[in-house]
């Protein structure tokens, strides 16, 4: 009898099983859909704003036949801006469209899906939340669920808003566009999941997808620098080569599709694989233990220790990207050319100097604004660390609020400025001239950094509620620098970023009054953020 009961295959769940793992699901969708009711919109209005306004500024600066033809005529011959752009495979507004932004809609789709993914998953069980909405009678794998079915949502009305919008430009086309950027994004949903499964913190897992998506870039940037057509192996295996091989506008090709549907399904079996072997708030690679003594002495080393991997993630990306954009300053005179709608866009984004600083000049403006994400995501690291009460053991010791916030706020700003430095080395590294104006300029946008960080602290400090709008200043900014000198938008919208009032450098004249009058915004906000958090109760607002 032993030996018979030893001996029995295990038995698979059958349906009634499965219906009870997965119970719960529609509840804690409709939950996810409306805890996220202003992230998604936020993020799918960001993406689709970059991809619909790009047609009619190719028309203003492309608008004839020849015109085009000299563009793609310079992108054969320079490497560089291939492995930015990517390969062009048509053309046409439509084809020039796919090619601009169509890779970054992709990885912005991505973005956005692991953000979703781990915020319904590995960080409901970080906090405790998970385990109390489970004694609800959940089923174990309902939270992956209604996670990767958020994502799909997401994605899906994603690719219909890109579908619908670019219609004008050929409807095939326009739906190959839609349908790639939103399978992009739940690939790395299905990574998220799987990453979610791995690790015990939320941080890490979106870590850990972050950078499989920053290899998958790599890979295709590699490829496409390679070849002039795109058919690198390099870029068959980056699922955001997939986007550019999809061909939209340009002899589709339907059945890439079915390469993103196969790392979808090959992703969420091994999600649901993992997530069945698992306990609730368990991980397959478990925190390492510290040390015996402990060596943070001071809240102000527990902040360094805690941002630490952020901050040496975000130097690097920064290094990476100054090398990448300082490379391709020499061709900017070879892909502009003669077209004047092109210089009078550089030079509204970088200044009336010569057509290569102006390019360095807007170049580094770009990437001052994204150091505007890396700022506020670690000032809101304070609102994570009270929301989820880890800062509650901190504060019982003799260590006061103001402390504790400043040893977060000092990592915060001093870490703009070391990546603003990494992107200086990068660009001269990648230009290969003098670092000296190049430093200049990189360093001349920290306080515009300074002041949305400073919001973000402002807004923290009046209430934990308010914290999460930092992101949408960010996302202004960000819209406005991107957009506003392609679209030529009144200077009064111009004027309401920071950066649009800091001096144009290299090429231009050093302006110390603009600088001066943000750092002080900067120093007032955070002085009346600080103020208001030592007033209020926390984790009440």
């Known amino acids: 009898m032993t030996a018979v009961l030893g001996t029995a295959p295990a038995r698979r769940p059958g349906p009634g099983a499965l219906r009870r793992r997965l119970a719960g699901t529609a509840p804690l969708l409709r939950l996810a859909l409306r805890r996220d009711r202003v992230l998604i919109p936020v993020w799918l209005a960001v993406i689709t704003l970059m991809v619909l306004s790009m047609p009619n500024t190719l028309r203003q600066v492309y608008g004839t036949p020849d015109k085009r033809a000299d563009l793609v005529a310079s992108l054969t011959t320079n490497p560089t801006l291939r492995a930015f752009y990517g390969p062009v495979f048509d053309q046409s507004v439509g084809g020039l469209t796919a090619w601009r932004v169509g890779t970054f809609a992709g990885v912005l789709a991505a973005v956005m899906s692991l953000v979703v993914v781990v915020r319904h998953t590995r960080e409901e069980e970080e906090t405790g939340r998970q385990e109390l909405v489970s004694s609800a009678g959940v089923g174990r794998l309902a939270p992956l669920t209604a996670a990767l079915l958020a994502a799909l949502v997401a994605n899906t009305v994603l690719a219909g808003l890109l579908a619908v919008g670019l219609a004008g430009e050929g409807g095939t086309g326009a739906l190959a566009l839609g349908l790639a950027v939103g399978c992009t994004g739940m690939v790395f949903a299905a990574v998220a999941a799987v990453a979610a499964q791995l690790t015990e913190s939320a941080r890490l897992a979106k870590g850990i997808a972050a950078a499989v998506l920053g290899a998958a870039f790599v890979l295709r940037a590699a490829g496409d620098?390679?070849?002039?057509?795109?058919?690198?192996?390099?870029?068959?295996?980056?699922?955001?080569?997939?986007?550019?091989?999809?061909?939209?506008?340009?002899?589709?090709?339907?059945?890439?599709?079915?390469?993103?549907?196969?790392?979808?399904?090959?992703?969420?079996?091994?999600?649901?694989?993992?997530?069945?072997?698992?306990?609730?708030?368990?991980?397959?690679?478990?925190?390492?233990?510290?040390?015996?003594?402990?060596?943070?002495?001071?809240?102000?080393?527990?902040?360094?220790?805690?941002?630490?991997?952020?901050?040496?993630?975000?130097?690097?990306?920064?290094?990476?990207?100054?090398?990448?954009?300082?490379?391709?300053?020499?061709?900017?005179?070879?892909?502009?050319?003669?077209?004047?709608?092109?210089?009078?866009?550089?030079?509204?984004?970088?200044?009336?100097?010569?057509?290569?600083?102006?390019?360095?000049?807007?170049?580094?403006?770009?990437?001052?604004?994204?150091?505007?994400?890396?700022?506020?995501?670690?000032?809101?690291?304070?609102?994570?660390?009270?929301?989820?009460?880890?800062?509650?053991?901190?504060?019982?010791?003799?260590?006061?609020?103001?402390?504790?916030?400043?040893?977060?706020?000092?990592?915060?700003?001093?870490?703009?400025?070391?990546?603003?430095?990494?992107?200086?080395?990068?660009?001269?590294?990648?230009?290969?001239?003098?670092?000296?104006?190049?430093?200049?300029?990189?360093?001349?946008?920290?306080?515009?950094?300074?002041?949305?960080?400073?919001?973000?602290?402002?807004?923290?400090?009046?209430?934990?509620?308010?914290?999460?709008?930092?992101?949408?200043?960010?996302?202004?900014?960000?819209?406005?620098?991107?957009?506003?000198?392609?679209?030529?938008?009144?200077?009064?919208?111009?004027?309401?970023?920071?950066?649009?009032?800091?001096?144009?450098?290299?090429?231009?004249?050093?302006?110390?009054?603009?600088?001066?009058?943000?750092?002080?915004?900067?120093?007032?906000?955070?002085?009346?953020?600080?103020?208001?958090?030592?007033?209020?109760?926390?984790?009440?607002?």
């Open 225 to 541: 620098a390679a070849t002039k057509d795109g058919s690198s192996l390099l870029t068959w295996f980056s699922p955001v080569g997939w986007v550019e091989h999809t061909r939209a506008f340009a002899d589709e090709r339907w059945w890439v599709l079915l390469l993103s549907a196969g790392a979808v399904a090959v992703g969420c079996v091994a999600a649901y694989e993992l997530a069945g072997h698992r306990d609730l708030g368990m991980s397959f690679l478990p925190s390492r233990p510290g040390r015996a003594h402990g060596r943070l002495a001071t809240a102000g080393a527990l902040a360094r220790r805690l941002q630490r991997g952020a901050v040496l993630g975000w130097s690097a990306g920064f290094l990476l990207a100054g090398l990448v954009l300082g490379g391709m300053a020499d061709g900017a005179t070879d892909l502009v050319g003669d077209n004047a709608d092109t210089r009078a866009i550089f030079r509204r984004m970088g200044g009336h100097a010569g057509l290569t600083d102006a390019f360095l000049s807007a170049m580094v403006g770009v990437v001052a604004m994204v150091g505007a994400l890396y700022v506020v995501a670690s000032v809101l690291r304070l609102h994570g660390e009270e929301t989820s009460q880890r800062a509650e053991p901190v504060l019982a010791t003799p260590v006061g609020r103001l402390c504790w916030a400043a040893g977060h706020l000092v990592v915060a700003f001093a870490g703009t400025a070391l990546l603003m430095l990494c992107a200086a080395c990068g660009f001269a590294l990648g230009h290969g001239q003098d670092a000296g104006p190049i430093a200049a300029a990189c360093l001349v946008q920290v306080p515009a950094i300074w002041v949305v960080g400073a919001l973000a602290v402002f807004l923290y400090g009046l209430s934990p509620r308010l914290a999460p709008a930092s992101w949408g200043a960010a996302g202004a900014v960000l819209l406005i620098g991107w957009l506003g000198p392609a679209l030529d938008v009144p200077r009064a919208v111009m004027n309401l970023s920071p950066f649009s009032h800091l001096p144009k450098l290299p090429g231009g004249d050093l302006a110390w009054t603009p600088v001066l009058v943000l750092t002080g915004l900067a120093v007032v906000l955070t002085a009346a953020g600080l103020a208001a958090l030592r007033r209020r109760d926390l984790a009440t607002g």
